[in-house]
């Protein structure tokens, strides 16, 4: 019914940037608060960014001041801007969208299949 996808993932030199992008297609009504997660090597999946419905955004405190989260609730897509790419955000990124479908009165937690960022030093 609901799809996440992601691009943008890819290899950077250390102190590059990226740019991640999640779009949502299906049968939606509403999107509420949109995260991107990240998974490193061995580690378990963390949160890096959030926003909300109304554009309230949240931090992991090792990406604040580099990364910045977006959406266009009319193109149903968030973004997630890295710049000054460090080793340490190597991983697999992950989109999440509290979804509501149509036909539905509750938000459903969608995850897209990923896309791989590595930064080399």
């Known amino acids: 019914q609901v799809q996440l996808v992601e691009s943008g993932g890819g290899l950077v030199q250390a102190g590059g940037s990226l740019r991640l992008s999640c779009a949502a297609s299906g049968r939606l009504f509403s999107m509420n608060a949109m995260r991107w997660y990240r998974q490193a090597p061995g580690k378990q999946r963390e949160l890096v960014a959030a926003?909300?419905?109304?554009?309230?955004?949240n931090y992991a405190d090792s990406v604040k001041g580099r990364f910045t989260i977006s959406r266009d609730n009319a193109k149903k897509t968030v973004w997630l801007q890295m710049n000054s790419l460090k080793p340490e955000d190597t991983g697999v990124y992950y989109c999440?969208?509290?979804?509501?479908?149509?036909?539905?009165?509750?938000?459903?937690?969608?995850w897209g299949q990923g896309t791989e960022v590595t930064v080399s030093s």
């Open positions: 926003i909300t419905s109304g554009d309230r955004t």
């Open positions: 999440n969208a509290e979804i509501r479908v149509w036909g539905s009165t509750v938000y459903t937690d969608y």
